[in-house]
């Protein structure tokens, strides 16, 4: 492996995409380990066994992306998102889980995951995965965008009827940015986007970028969350 990245010095474009794997089973993290190691431009930086260890190690090596399990020892991969947000802001976080309950979906999402995988993926699926998310991705099957779309409304309406003074008013976005928030909730990529709009993907890049920055988070599925609670989009 590459000396480890600090703290002040992450990742350059350019260069191998920093993996940081968290699960405490270790015949799993093996597995994870034979995939990735076998992949050009993939770059394993550590392995945790717990939650905990997982954001310590994150604030040590900084990854460029995390795969982790939600059901860990210590704290929760769900826990351990939020925490590592703090150490390693530019992390993006995929959970690679056994979990398929939509209350850990959405959970992991409000935590700032970027992405949620069933651990039944196909293995050879993983490494243009970990690129994907890289990339600015969302690994979110468009075929559960309807079911984490509803479980955002359901769950964003209980927030603001229980705590409505925590809750601040969404930034203002423009309406190419609702346009292109409007897809994202659709489940749709980048490419898929640029296609429909007419416009390159690199335009859609900067709008995505544009959003998160504006709303102050770290996904793209976190953002329709919120323009859900505002009612900025609805749901058809």
Same mark, same amino acid.
């Given at each position: 492996m590459d000396a480890p990245a600090t703290a002040e010095q992450p990742a350059q474009a350019g260069d191998a995409i920093r993996v940081l794997i968290a699960d405490d089973h270790a015949f799993f993290r093996r597995g994870l380990e034979v995939v990735l190691q076998g992949e050009a431009g993939l770059d394993l930086v550590g392995e945790a066994s717990d939650g905990a260890e997982a954001v310590q190690l994150a604030g040590e090596v900084v990854p460029d992306v995390v795969l982790m399990d939600i059901r860990m020892p210590k704290i929760t991969g769900i826990e351990a998102a939020r925490q590592m947000k703090e150490v390693a802001p530019s992390a993006k976080i995929v959970m690679l &889980?056994?979990?398929?309950?939509?209350?850990?979906?959405? %959970?992991?999402?409000?935590?700032?995951?970027?992405?949620?995988?069933?651990?039944?993926?196909?293995?050879?699926? =993983?490494?243009?995965? +970990?690129?994907? +998310?890289?990339?600015?991705?969302?690994?979110?099957?468009?075929?559960?965008?309807?079911?984490?779309? &509803?479980?955002?409304? &359901?769950?964003?309406? !209980?927030?603001?009827?229980?705590?409505?003074?925590?809750?601040?008013?969404?930034?203002?976005? &423009?309406? !190419?940015?609702?346009?292109? =928030?409007?897809?994202?909730?659709?489940? @749709?990529?980048?490419?898929?986007?640029?296609?429909?709009?007419?416009?390159?993907?690199?335009?859609?890049?900067?709008? +995505?970028?544009?959003?998160?920055?504006? =709303?102050?988070?770290?996904?793209?599925?976190?953002?329709? @969350?919120?323009? +859900?609670?505002?009612?900025?989009? %609805?749901?058809?």
């Open positions: &889980t056994i979990s398929d309950e939509e209350e850990d979906l959405f %959970e992991a999402i409000r935590a700032g995951a970027s992405g949620y995988l069933l651990k039944d993926i196909p293995l050879d699926e =993983l490494a243009d995965s +970990v690129r994907a +998310v890289y990339g600015g991705q969302s690994l979110i099957n468009p075929s559960m965008a309807g079911k984490l779309l &509803t479980e955002f409304a &359901t769950l964003a309406r !209980r927030d603001a009827e229980e705590e409505p003074a925590k809750h601040a008013p969404a930034p203002k976005l &423009t309406e !190419r940015e609702m346009e292109v =928030l409007r897809l994202v909730a659709r489940g @749709m990529n980048n490419r898929d986007i640029a296609k429909e709009l007419f416009i390159s993907e690199n335009t859609v890049k900067n709008h +995505v970028r544009n959003i998160l920055e504006k =709303l102050q988070i770290h996904s793209r599925m976190e953002a329709v @969350m919120i323009a +859900v609670r505002e009612k900025l989009i %609805e749901i058809s």
